[in-house]
């Protein structure tokens, strides 16, 4: 892992989070960066639940941090 990257992810989210894949991590590292951390999370809580579901249902698996969906490069 790239330490500038873990770095900040400690800065922003402290060193006892759950530390999500390399992926998720440079995102949320990302929005914080940028100042649309709250904004994106405010608009994903609204839907959140109804998307864990179907992720849920679809891929008949738990949702975890670990869940094999987040393995997706989505920005790509």
């Known amino acids: 892992m790239e330490k500038e990257l873990l770095k900040k992810y400690i800065y922003y989210f402290g060193n006892k989070p759950p ?3 390399k992926q998720i991590m440079e ?3 990302r929005m914080k960066d ?6 994106k999370l405010k ?3 609204q839907i959140g639940d109804k998307v ?3 992720i849920e249902t ?3 698996d738990h949702m975890t941090i670990n869940h094999r969906f987040f ?6």
């Open 43 to 45: 608009a994903v809580s």
């Open 71 to 76: 393995d997706e490069k989505f920005n790509k």
């Open 52 to 54: 864990r579901s179907e």
């Open 27 to 29: 995102s949320l590292v």
């Open 19 to 21: 530390f999500p894949p």
């Open 34 to 39: 940028d100042g649309t951390f709250d904004k």
């Open 58 to 60: 679809i891929s008949k």
